[in-house]
């Protein structure tokens, strides 16, 4: 059975970086990719970008393209998201979840991490 | 970047009733159009890909269509454990945005 288990809550303050784990099992990781989708509280989701199992291979949104970095270790079968110089609002719940790639649906997900930023 | 737009963003229904939720989008994305419900404190779940593929596990209540760039996930006899957030994605370009969501709540 496909799980995608992430990191644990963080809290960081205004201009900190912040490093989100997703470690995936149950299916032959170098066959799909893995997107970030997160929720800021009481709103809807916003897609941040995906990466390739694959090739390492990364698209990432216009509006977070200078502070987001996504990798791969195809060793352990995790995928990590740095975001760095972060703001109050980049508060949210982020997701990970399984990228079906060539019709890029999101089948499986993790079960998000907080991330709080606050002074 | 193409727009999905979901309106209403709620709707009051009854156990037993049969409801439609739409979704439109800014530009034609072919049948690159996904679904996924919400509950509060929950990961969203895939329901529908590809427009009108259900994914697995999902009940066959749950279904999608398409006309043109307007595109309708069709729940046939709603019940208890259906009231949630419903999200449209479309997935033919990036970045693959979602829709606002349309919050199914209890008449």
């Known amino acids: 059975q496909v799980h995608l288990v992430q990191s644990g809550t963080e809290v960081k303050k205004p201009g900190a970086s912040v490093k989100v784990s997703c470690k995936a099992s149950?299916?032959?990781?170098?066959?799909?990719?893995i997107t970030w989708v997160r929720q800021a509280p009481g709103q809807g989701l916003e897609w941040m970008g995906w990466?390739?199992?694959?090739?390492?291979?990364?698209n990432y949104a216009q509006k977070l393209q200078d502070r987001v970095t996504m990798t791969t270790e195809t060793s352990t079968s995790t995928v990590y998201m740095e975001l760095r110089s972060l703001r109050s609002d980049d508060t949210a719940v982020y997701y990970c979840?399984?990228?079906?790639?060539?019709?890029?649906?999101?089948?499986?997900w993790g079960q998000g991490t907080l991330v709080t930023v606050s002074s | 970047d193409i727009q999905m737009t979901q309106s209403p963003s709620s709707l009051s229904a009854s156990v037993g009733d049969r409801v439609t939720i739409p979704c439109r989008a800014s530009q034609s994305i072919s049948r690159y159009l996904n679904w996924y419900q919400q509950k509060p404190g929950e990961a969203p779940k895939l329901l529908i890909y590809a427009t009108s593929n259900l994914q697995r596990g999902v009940p066959s209540r749950f279904s999608g269509s398409a006309s043109g760039t307007d595109f309708t996930l069709t729940i046939s006899s709603l019940q208890p454990e259906d009231f949630a957030t419903y999200y449209c994605q479309q997935s033919y370009s990036t970045p693959y945005t979602f829709g606002q969501g349309t919050k199914l709540e209890i008449k």
């Open positions: 979840a399984r990228v079906v790639v060539g019709a890029y649906y999101f089948d499986y």
């Open positions: 149950g299916y032959t990781f170098t066959n799909y990719g």
């Open positions: 990466i390739s199992a694959y090739n390492g291979n990364t």
